[in-house]
C-alpha cells in the first residue's frame, strides 16, 4: 500500500515562480526521501531528510519534515520549464529497507 | 559511475506470454530492488535483494512472478503468463550504503504493455 499521499496531485505555475509539493505519510519513519521523474523515465533522487532533521536545503530545493504530524514539502523556488516533471516522496524505516513511495505530484512550469 | 543499466525499454506482449527483463547495477552495489509502477502512480516494491539472497518477496505474485540475482550481480525478472493488469513501468534501482547511505539509484525502467 502506498505510505505517502502526495498534495496536490497537479500543479500548474509560471516559470519564476515557486512551486510547493506536500507529503503525509502514517507510520514511524527513519527518513524521507524526494524524487524526480520526467515523463518515460526513471527516478532522480533530489534530496534527503532523516527523522532527527526539521529543514534541509540543495541549490533550487528546501525541504521540511514534521514528524509529530507526518507531514513533509518541498519547495521549489524560481522554477523553470526544466522543472517540469513528477515529483514523490519515499519513506524508509531504516537505510537499507525499500522505499515506500505515494502516488506524486505533477508539475508543470509554463513558460 | 555508469548509472543502473535495463533492457529492454519497450516490451508490447499478448496476455498469457511470458517476458523477461535484465537489469545491471551500478558496479559494487549489494542491494538491488525490483519495483513496479503503475501510471498514475508512485513505484511499488515487487523484491529486494541483499547480493544474491532475497530479502523481501512479500509483494511479488508469485504465482506469475519471479526474479533472480546472479552471482550478486545482474538480475532479471520474469512474468509468465503475463495479465493485462501487469501493464506498468518496471523499475530497478540499486543501493550503497556506504557514504551515500539510503539513496537508490533508478534505472531508466521497461515499460510493458500486456495486450
Known amino acids: 500500500s502506498q505510505q505517502g499521499e502526495e498534495d496536490p496531485q497537479a500543479l500548474s505555475i509560471q516559470e519564476g515562480e515557486n512551486a510547493t509539493m506536500n507529503c503525509s505519510y502514517k507510520?514511524?519513519?527513519?527518513?524521507l526521501q524526494w524524487y524526480r521523474q520526467n515523463s518515460g523515465r526513471g527516478l532522480v533522487h533530489l534530496i534527503l531528510i532523516r527523522s532527527n532533521e526539521r529543514e534541509k536545503h540543495s541549490g533550487r530545493l528546501r525541504v521540511t519534515l514534521d514528524t509529530s504530524k507526518k507531514s513533509s514539502s518541498l519547495l521549489i523556488t524560481a522554477s523553470r520549464a526544466a522543472d517540469t516533471a513528477s515529483y514523490f516522496c519515499?519513506?524508509?524505516?531504516?537505510?537499507?529497507?525499500?522505499?515506500?513511495f505515494g502516488k506524486g505530484t505533477r508539475l508543470s512550469v509554463i513558460a | 559511475e555508469a548509472g543502473v543499466a535495463q533492457s529492454p525499454r519497450y516490451k508490447i506482449i499478448e496476455k498469457r506470454q511470458s517476458v523477461a527483463f535484465w537489469c545491471n547495477p551500478i558496479?559494487?552495489?549489494?542491494?538491488l530492488y525490483w519495483y513496479q509502477q503503475i501510471l498514475g502512480q508512485g513505484p511499488k516494491l515487487l523484491i529486494q535483494f541483499q547480493n544474491n539472497g532475497v530479502v523481501d518477496d512479500s509483494q511479488l505474485p508469485k504465482d506469475r512472478f519471479s526474479a533472480e540475482r546472479l552471482k550478486g550481480v545482474d538480475s532479471t525478472l520474469k512474468i509468465q503468463p503475463a495479465k493485462l493488469e501487469d501493464s506498468a513501468v518496471y523499475l530497478c534501482?540499486?543501493?550503497?550504503?556506504?557514504?551515500?547511505?539510503?539513496?537508490?539509484?533508478f534505472g531508466p525502467g521497461t515499460r510493458l504493455t500486456v495486450t
Open positions: 507510520t514511524s519513519i527513519n527518513n
Open positions: 534501482a540499486t543501493g550503497d550504503y556506504g557514504d551515500r547511505a539510503y539513496e537508490q539509484y
Open positions: 519515499a519513506t524508509s524505516y531504516s537505510g537499507n529497507t525499500p522505499l515506500v
Open positions: 558496479s559494487g552495489h549489494a542491494t
